[in-house]
């Protein structure tokens, strides 16, 4: 499944409006965190340990709509948290794309098959599920055995109700690059838009410090995994990746997707 052509027009025609009218720095993703609890406690994971005071709150529909327009960006991130579990999601999602904004959906499945119910198919939609690799090493980085079961039959379900779906994926130190590049090619081969990768994001509140791959081994690991012959389909920037095989060097953002 390819990426939509409406996306590549829309982001470049958007781009071009910025430039004519100047404005030198202007988003080209919202990112938006409808709440921050979760169903999982990933190891390496920071979130629910950093945002523990505001666990219990939820932005309502309202708010996050007015947060889309005040940004003004072609394309929405939907993270958190777990997105799933917004008792309003359906109605924030559908209501942006609506306004034919693209919508990437981030989610670690188990809650997927649900708002299939209540989110139809759309060109302006995507799923974007956390896989860290196959069942073993997936099943161990989120701390519960079965999700990734859960997860692949939701990524299935999903490719055969006309969804468009991506996966992400979070390297960390003494990750089994093979189990990654499986991971990789069997998703591919189901036919998802793409796959996403990055290596973990650096959380103080993390215990095990060492979990985290530094910059020097970031750039063997991801030479490796970014190997053009395997012919994987990377939805990352093609910059953010020169800038993880170590090609590149940029004042760089915490985040890379979509």
């Given at each position: 499944?390819?990426?939509?052509?409406?996306?590549?027009?829309?982001?470049?025609?958007?781009?071009?409006?910025?430039?004519?009218?100047?404005r030198?720095?202007?988003?080209?993703?919202?990112?938006?965190?409808?709440?921050?609890?979760?169903?999982?406690?990933?190891?390496?994971?920071?979130?629910?340990?950093?945002?523990?005071?505001?666990?219990?709150?939820?932005?309502?529909?309202?708010?996050?709509?007015?947060?889309?327009?005040?940004?003004?960006?072609?394309i929405?991130?939907?993270?958190?948290?777990?997105?799933?579990?917004?008792?309003?999601i359906?109605?924030?999602?559908?209501?942006?794309t609506?306004?034919?904004?693209?919508?990437y959906?981030?989610?670690?499945?188990?809650?997927?098959?649900?708002?299939?119910?209540?989110?139809?198919?759309?060109?302006?939609?995507?799923?974007?599920?956390?896989?860290?690799?196959?069942?073993?090493?997936?099943?161990?980085?989120?701390?519960?055995?079965?999700?990734?079961k859960?997860?692949?039959?939701?990524?299935?379900?999903?490719?055969?109700?006309?969804?468009?779906?991506?996966?992400?994926?979070?390297?960390?130190?003494?990750?089994?690059?093979?189990?990654?590049?499986e991971m990789?090619?069997?998703?591919?081969e189901?036919?998802?838009?793409?796959?996403?990768?990055?290596?973990?994001?650096?959380?103080?509140?993390?215990?095990?410090?060492?979990?985290?791959?530094s910059?020097?081994?970031?750039?063997?690991?991801?030479?490796?995994?970014?190997?053009?012959?395997?012919?994987?389909?990377?939805?990352?920037?093609?910059?953010?990746l020169?800038?993880?095989?170590g090609?590149?060097?940029?004042?760089c953002?915490?985040?890379?997707?979509?």
């Amino acid at each position: 499944m390819a990426r939509p052509m409406e996306l590549a027009v829309k982001l470049g025609w958007y781009i071009f409006k910025q430039k004519v009218t100047r404005r030198k720095r202007f988003p080209l993703v919202t990112m938006l965190e409808p709440l921050e609890k979760c169903n999982l406690a990933c190891e390496g994971c920071g979130r629910i340990r950093e945002y523990e005071p505001v666990l219990d709150r939820v932005m309502s529909v309202e708010h996050c709509l007015a947060a889309v327009e005040e940004s003004g960006a072609p394309i929405v991130s939907i993270a958190g948290g777990e997105p799933t579990l917004h008792p309003h999601i359906d109605e924030i999602v559908n209501r942006i794309t609506d306004t034919k904004k693209f919508v990437y959906m981030c989610t670690n499945a188990l809650l997927m098959e649900r708002v299939m119910n209540k989110i139809p198919p759309s060109k302006y939609f995507c799923f974007v599920v956390h896989l860290d690799g196959m069942e073993e090493a997936h099943d161990k980085s989120v701390y519960r055995k079965g999700v990734f079961k859960i997860a692949t039959r939701a990524i299935k379900v999903a490719l055969q109700k006309g969804y468009r779906v991506t996966t992400n994926t979070t390297v960390f130190n003494g990750v089994d690059e093979d189990d990654v590049i499986e991971m990789f090619e069997m998703v591919t081969e189901w036919g998802v838009e793409g796959v996403m990768v990055s290596p973990g994001y650096h959380f103080e509140t993390i215990p095990n410090q060492d979990l985290f791959i530094s910059r020097k081994n970031a750039r063997k690991v991801f030479k490796n995994i970014l190997d053009p012959v395997r012919k994987i389909r990377f939805y990352n920037n093609p910059l953010y990746l020169d800038f993880l095989r170590g090609e590149q060097e940029y004042q760089c953002t915490a985040w890379s997707n979509p």
